[in-house]
């Protein structure tokens, strides 16, 4: 019995172990920047997205699967990550794995821009946008 939860254990770790260096650094190609949802705006929902997502040999997105963060935000992070582009690798290469945090942020409503789209290499977005200035009936 305690040598069976030994291997056990024994296994858990290396499974960990394998996750941990498939996730290594994989330089990105192409980055596309997600939309701001309208409906994200006028609730003034902000936050991070990380999405994970599965590398192809080719460098194509195989897969992408939200980790964390608002739900009204991760689809919206889901379809732009799906349009990255990474590194190709060997054929003999299995496929790898990689995370992308997408931040979204509320500009001030004051603010001259109506939206700021920021790079963070090597896997990093960051999207702010100015919210409507909340209508006043008297």
């Keep these: 019995m305690i040598r069976r939860i030994l291997l056990a254990g024994i296994g858990v770790l290396l499974g960990v172990a394998i996750v941990s260096a498939q996730q290594t650094s994989v330089a990105v190609k192409a ?16 936050g991070d997205v990380v999405v994970r997502v599965a590398i192809g040999t080719d460098g194509s ?9 608002p739900k009204w935000l991760r689809q919206s992070a889901i379809e732009a990550a799906e349009k990255w582009k990474f590194e190709a690798s060997d054929p003999a290469t299995p496929n790898r794995s990689s995370e992308i945090k997408f931040s979204y942020a509320l500009l001030s409503e004051d603010a001259k821009e109506e939206s700021e789209t920021e790079f963070l290499p090597p896997d990093a977005v960051v999207l702010r946008h100015r919210p409507a200035k909340p209508t006043v009936n008297y």
């Design 31 to 46: 980055a596309v920047a997600p939309h701001y949802p309208p409906i994200a705006v006028a609730a003034r929902i902000a």
């Design 61 to 69: 997105v195989l897969h992408a699967e939200p980790l964390s963060g």
